[in-house]
């Protein structure tokens, strides 16, 4: 497929991607929403999720998006090494975030940071954000994470003690999501990103917060149990869903981590509120694709 012909498909495979990951929730979220609701025993707190779940339904039904807050495009790309036109795919994703505004639509969330000057489209200086990964191959794979602004406002990062490790962490995490409260509309996905630098463990805490599926554990057993006991410590809390009491707090606690220098103990929690939306896109190199949740 020449060039420009790709770099079209492309670009309509990623809007139909946005538009997917914006209107309907991926089935693992809402099968937890569902598990939620059935075992809440609070009235308050299941008519707050039986009110989400009717969101969800009504969003797909009438094809808008799941929350009027649609977010900023987090896009994760991993390219193959030998995708034959990987040169288009930065412009790809700019011009697929602007139609899409247009086109679902979704509303304009992009502001400079000194000036409150608004494009208008979705897009602007880094953003959309893009994380590259090159990997082997001829294939390439995009996710798209909406991400949006009230979850993303009570994020934490902490140097914990060295000396306090794993009991800093903890109470980290607990402290983040007590002090959140009601803000992240919860239930949320907890993201925890422990080690490496403070760049690398806030990038961890969102990649475990917006990409997990509910349900996974971290593949190392010693972590799969902290996050399991996270899960149970911050849902004891009983702040539930929309701040509203109840069971259920949190979906899931994920966890994510690098090795750290012996200085230092960096600690971040990113909270992903329950409308958590991704899709992913996989493109072949002869332009085929499909878009999975």
Not at 14 to 27: D, F, G
Not at 63 to 90: A, L, W
Not at 144 to 159: L, T, W
Not at 174 to 195: F, Q, S
Request: with cysteine; net charge negative.
């Amino acid at each position: 497929m020449a060039g420009g012909m790709m770099a079209d498909v492309l670009e309509n495979a990623i809007v139909e991607t946005i538009r997917k990951a914006s209107i309907y929730l991926p089935p693992d979220v809402k099968e937890a929403l569902k598990m939620a609701y059935e075992r809440e025993e609070s009235e308050a707190a299941k008519a707050q999720l039986k009110a989400i779940l009717t969101n969800v339904e009504l969003a797909e039904k009438l094809e808008r998006p799941i929350c009027q807050d649609t977010g900023i495009m987090i896009f994760y790309v991993k390219v193959g090494h030998n995708f034959p036109v990987p040169g288009v795919i930065k412009e790809a994703l700019i011009r697929a975030t602007r139609r899409a505004t247009q086109e679902i639509p979704l509303r304009p969330n992009t502001v400079d940071p000194f000036t409150g000057e608004n494009p208008g489209d979705n897009t602007g200086r880094l953003i959309p954000y893009v994380h590259w990964e090159l990997v082997p191959g001829d294939e390439l794979e995009i996710t798209v994470v909406p991400k949006g602004g009230g979850s993303e406002y009570p994020s934490v990062y902490r140097m914990v003690p060295p000396g306090r490790g794993l009991e800093g962490l903890k109470e980290t995490v607990v402290d983040a999501v007590l002090n959140a409260g009601a803000m992240p509309c919860p239930p949320t996905i907890v993201g925890v990103g422990v080690g490496g630098g403070a760049d690398i463990a806030v990038t961890l805490a969102k990649k475990a917060a917006t990409l997990r599926r509910i349900g996974s554990r971290n593949p190392d057993p010693q972590v799969a149990k902290l996050e399991e006991e996270l899960y149970e410590a911050v849902n004891e809390l009983g702040i539930g869903p929309m701040g509203v009491g109840g069971k259920t707090t949190v979906l899931a606690v994920n966890i994510e981590w690098a090795h750290r220098h012996p200085a230092n103990y960096p600690v971040a929690v990113v909270f992903q509120c329950w409308a958590a939306r991704r899709a992913t896109l996989r493109m072949k190199a002869d332009g085929s694709y499909e878009i999975l949740q």
